[in-house]
């Protein structure tokens, strides 16, 4: 069966430190990943995704991620944090070979950045 | 472009009443997907139409409720009769299949059923 896992329901980070939100992901044959933000009362923003070719992919306000084949992961990452990246982050995933349009999304992570 | 478009943005009713929500997708995208998010639940995938044919019904709670695409640019879903446990902010996605298969969301209605 098709799956994504966010293992974090929570992250907190200081304002300026690198942050870091984890997804792993399990789909037969080669996956398409996606990540998005979604603010308070907002509806869920794309940010990136990768499809294929380079393994770090760049997104929008600073975001990238990194696709790891042998570790089935596609952990979000930013440099530097900041307190307006505060948001819920969800994770979704189709596989190449699956039927369908649908994507799979995981449970989300809340991501807490003080000041 | 004005991106997906929901309405309406709230709505309250009260137990037993119809309820519609509406939505009209992005020009030229080709897929429809119908979420309802909850604390409890989190976002769950109701149903989703290609080309204005529902694929996939499977996570439609029950028959009280039923979801129509009678064109490219419009699709309702509906709930007859209500119960307080459809409360839920539901949103609309609309995509390209067989592209890259991002989905963009509309900003989503907020039903409260008393």
């Known amino acids: 069966a098709q799956s994504v896992a966010q293992p974090e329901d929570q992250v907190n980070v200081a304002e300026g430190n690198p942050l870091t939100v984890k997804c792993t992901y399990s789909v037969s044959g080669n996956p398409y990943l996606f990540w998005y933000v979604q603010y308070p009362n907002r509806g869920l923003q794309f940010l990136l995704k990768y499809i294929t070719g380079d393994n770090l992919v760049k997104g929008s306000y600073g975001f990238e991620a990194e696709f790891n084949k042998s570790q089935t992961s596609f952990h979000l990452k930013k440099p530097s944090a900041l307190v307006s990246d505060s948001a819920l982050y969800f994770c979704?995933?189709?596989?190449?070979?699956?039927?369908?349009?649908?994507?799979?999304f995981g449970k989300g992570t809340t991501l807490s950045v003080s000041s | 472009d004005a991106g997906v478009i929901q309405s309406p943005r709230h709505e309250v009713t009260e137990m037993g009443q119809e309820v519609t929500l509406r939505c009209k997708p992005i020009s030229g995208h080709n897929s429809l997907f119908w979420y309802r998010q909850t604390m409890m639940r989190g976002l769950e995938l109701l149903i989703y139409f290609n080309n204005n044919v529902p694929i996939d019904d499977s996570g439609m709670p029950e028959d009280r409720f039923s979801a129509k695409m009678p064109n490219a640019s419009f699709s309702t879903l509906k709930i007859q009769p209500s119960e307080p446990r459809d409360s839920a902010v539901y949103f609309c996605?609309?995509?390209?299949?067989?592209?890259?298969?991002?989905?963009?969301f509309g900003p989503g209605t907020r039903l409260t059923v008393t």
């Open positions: 996605a609309s995509g390209v299949a067989g592209l890259s298969y991002e989905q963009y």
């Open positions: 979704a995933v189709r596989g190449v070979n699956q039927a369908g349009t649908a994507l799979i």
